[in-house]
């Protein structure tokens, strides 16, 4: 089955620092990959993705490119901003018996910004 | 646009008394729909799942249950609660055969 290894959190950064957040998958075939972000009490917002080798994700300044030499999807951000701190999780979809698919979450990476 | 509702926000409840989380989408049709839970500071663990009214996949064996009487709402339960079942609960749903989920803002319970 298709399964993710995300970095162990928590991340602390001071503000504009770079970011990475190393994700790696072992999936059969190149499914899509996603990053999903969720803000203190909120539920999950999809970030990014990306659906074939090679391609780049990115959203609000953060950026993941599907690499399948290395079969990594990490995250990055140039510079952090305080309002950056969140949870952040890297999923790919996984087949249900029935054929339909629902992603898979591991515990996710905590990032702190602090200004 | 689609948009998915749940309710109540927060919950504190006794253990041993029932249970009743609901869910509604807004916007689509024939929705796949999912329930996960998440213990404080962990990741999310998908309980159930439906690709249609009263079709329901259940992924963990536990204390809940869940039911689709309606092609947009989805309601978790529970009989007894128990005091792990605390948690953030937080239901998606996925539009046609794309593989994104889109998450309501979630329920938190705590079983006192």
């Known amino acids: 089955g298709n399964s993710v290894t995300q970095m162990e959190g928590p991340v602390t950064l001071s503000e504009e620092a770079f970011l990475t957040i190393n994700c790696t998958y072992t999936a059969t075939g190149y499914p899509s990959l996603f990053w999903y972000v969720q803000y203190p009490g909120e539920g999950l917002q999809l970030l990014l993705k990306a659906t074939k080798a090679d391609d780049k994700g990115s959203n609000k300044g953060f950026e993941a490119t599907y690499r399948k030499e290395t079969t990594s999807f990490h995250l990055e951000k140039g510079s952090v901003q305080v309002s950056d701190s969140a949870v952040y999780f890297c999923a790919p979809p996984v087949h249900m018996d029935t054929g339909r698919r629902a992603l898979t979450f591991g515990s996710g990476t905590r990032l702190q910004v602090q200004p | 646009s689609q948009t998915i509702h749940q309710w109540p926000a927060t919950l504190v409840q006794p253990v041993g008394s029932p249970l009743s989380l609901e869910c509604t989408v807004e916007g689509t049709s024939n929705p796949n729909l999912y329930w996960y839970r998440q213990a404080a500071g962990r990741g999310l663990q998908l309980l159930f799942y439906?690709?249609?009214?009263?079709?329901i996949s259940s992924e963990v064996p536990q204390n809940l249950s869940a039911s689709r009487p309606q092609d947009r709402q989805f309601i978790l339960s529970s009989k007894k609660l128990l005091l792990s079942d605390s948690g953030f609960y937080l239901c998606a749903w996925v539009w046609g055969d794309t593989d994104t989920q889109y998450f309501g803002p979630g329920t938190r319970l705590t079983v006192l």
């Open positions: 439906s690709v249609g009214i009263g079709q």
